[in-house]
């Protein structure tokens, strides 16, 4: 199987609060999982990305928790800032080899971070 | 350093039309993928392109197509348009060289079937 399932679909934050959004996968030959950022108009901007030999990655605020026996994995937006408003996609690549690789969706989380 | 660029911006076709998009990848890349965004959704891959030839591909039509020349540059063709081709059209580029994993994304061009 080749899905990935994000939730929740939308979620609103205050400013200065955390925003999580969660992912779930079911292809085990996943090795690459990213989060991109996207705003109205724009195409995505790569954000953080983790492999499933560790269990999180922090970049700044920015946070991505991977619990492998689980096939789930989440972001945290820690201090929420208005221009963090945006939607976000979590994604996962299989190994890429001679037949290259490709990423697969998820269905992405709308979040409006009020000041 | 410029990033992945696309033309055109925006694009309005009939339905039945043919339609051509193009893509530069990004400074030091040589890998080019195509993903179709419909509104309100993530992105889903069309095909990828590395050395001139079609390497993988998505669950599309044949009515889409690709090139990619020596300059790693890509064009994606959409032949007898239909109402549900109607998307944002996304390039993104990536390097064999870091094993395909991080792929940035252009702008998109916004493909409009009337």
């Known amino acids: 199987q080749q899905q990935v399932k994000q939730s929740p679909q939308s979620l609103i934050v205050q400013k200065g609060g955390i925003s999580i959004i969660n992912c779930a996968y079911e292809?085990?030959?996943?090795?690459?999982f990213p989060w991109y950022q996207q705003f109205p108009g724009k195409g995505p901007a790569l954000l953080i990305a983790?492999?499933?030999?560790?269990s999180e990655k922090k970049e700044g605020r920015f946070t991505i928790s991977f619990n492998k026996s689980a096939k789930q994995f989440s972001l945290h937006i820690m201090d929420s800032q208005p221009g963090d408003s945006a939607t976000y996609f979590c994604?996962?690549?299989?190994?890429?080899?001679?037949?290259?690789?490709?990423?697969?969706f998820g269905g992405g989380t709308r979040v409006l971070v009020k000041p | 350093d410029a990033g992945v660029t696309q033309s055109p911006t925006h694009l309005i076709k009939t339905r039945g039309q043919q339609v051509t998009l193009r893509c530069s990848p990004k400074?030091?890349?040589?890998?080019v993928s195509w993903y179709q965004q419909a509104l309100g959704q993530g992105p889903q891959f069309i095909f990828q392109?590395?050395?001139?030839?079609?390497?993988q591909r998505g669950n599309f039509p044949d009515r889409f197509s690709g090139h990619q020349f020596p300059n790693y540059s890509s064009e994606l063709n959409v032949n007898a348009l239909l109402l549900g081709d109607s998307a944002l059209y996304l390039c993104?580029?990536?390097?064999?060289?870091?094993?395909?994993?991080?792929?940035?994304f252009g702008p998109g061009t916004r493909l409009t079937v009337t």
């Open positions: 392109y590395y050395e001139e030839e079609e390497r």
């Open positions: 400074s030091g890349h040589d890998t």
């Open positions: 292809n085990t030959a996943f090795d690459y």
């Open positions: 983790i492999r499933p030999d560790v």
């Open positions: 993104a580029s990536s390097s064999r060289g870091t094993g395909l994993y991080e792929q940035y």
């Open positions: 994604a996962a690549s299989s190994p890429a080899g001679a037949a290259g690789n490709k990423l697969t």
